[in-house]
T-cell receptor
Framework: DSGVTQTPKHLITATGQRVTLRCSPR?????VYWYQQSLDQGLQFLIQ???????AKGNILERFSAQQFPDLHSELNLSSLELGDSALYFC??????????????????FGQGTRLTVV | ELKVEQNPLFLSMQEGKNYTIYCNYS?????LYWYRQDPGKSLESLFV?????AVKQEGRLMASLDTKARLSTLHITAAVHDLSATYFC???????????FGTGTLLAVQP
């Protein structure tokens, strides 16, 4: 168990709908990362937050948004869902932002993922 | 933009054999990670490599990093069935603050 908790584990929804995925980082971790994993795209970096602020953005669609709350949990909101959004969504956390100077051997620990199926 | 490539994408090997997975990346980075993923499961951290020439070993797996060549290797010694999984390398994108993953290598160890 990595200590990173994601809910729900599975989600089935219809096209056009909106869903929220939740991530609770490991205790003490300030940084949260969201990834999308699909068969054709592999593991795609979506977005990173550090202590409540957006730190880096990847291939995140405009229909998707995220935030990190004061208690450091994070939510990923996916709206106007399409069939192609079906994927495994992972959250990861680390003590420091991985690329920060002095991050040392900081590593990112992954949650169990949320499997989203859009029908 | 940082690109990370792994090869091979698929590796079928017999128990007891040795093999190496390669991870190439396109821009300078001083930090590289290896992860393991079992089907439908999360990613498990295996190694963190921080500097040129870094070598780490855990059981039958050994990882190394050559930052000048922008290359990391994951060497498997005397493979066993339990090592069957997908292995990913991931590179710290530095100033971009991104952790970019390679394509993954699906390892199938046959008895």
């Amino acid at each position: 168990d990595s200590g990173v908790t994601q809910t729900p584990k599975h989600l089935i929804t219809a096209t056009g709908q909106r869903v929220t995925l939740r991530c609770s980082p490991r205790s003490g971790d300030l940084s949260v990362y969201w990834y999308q994993q699909s068969l054709d795209q592999g593991l795609q970096f979506l977005i990173q937050y550090y202590n409540g602020e957006e730190r880096a953005k990847g291939n995140i669609l405009e229909r998707f948004s995220a935030q990190q709350f004061p208690d450091l949990h994070s939510e990923l909101n996916l709206s106007s869902l399409e069939l192609g959004d079906s994927a495994l969504y992972f959250c990861a956390s680390s003590v420091e932002g991985i690329s920060l100077p002095g991050a040392g051997d900081t590593e990112a620990f992954f949650g169990q993922g949320t499997r989203l199926t859009v029908v | 933009e940082l690109k990370v490539e792994q090869n091979p994408l698929f590796l079928s090997m017999q128990e007891g054999k040795n093999y190496t997975i390669y991870c190439n990346y396109s821009t300078t980075s001083d930090r590289l990670y290896w992860y393991r993923q079992d089907p439908g499961k999360s990613l498990e951290s295996l190694f963190v490599l921080l500097s040129n020439g870094a070598v780490k070993q855990e059981g039958r797996l050994m990882a190394s990093l050559d930052t000048k060549a922008r290359l990391s290797t994951l060497h498997i010694t005397a493979a066993v069935h339990d090592l069957s999984a997908t292995y990913f390398c991931a590179v710290d994108g530095g100033a971009t603050n991104k952790l970019i993953f390679g394509t993954g290598t699906l390892l199938a160890v046959q008895p």
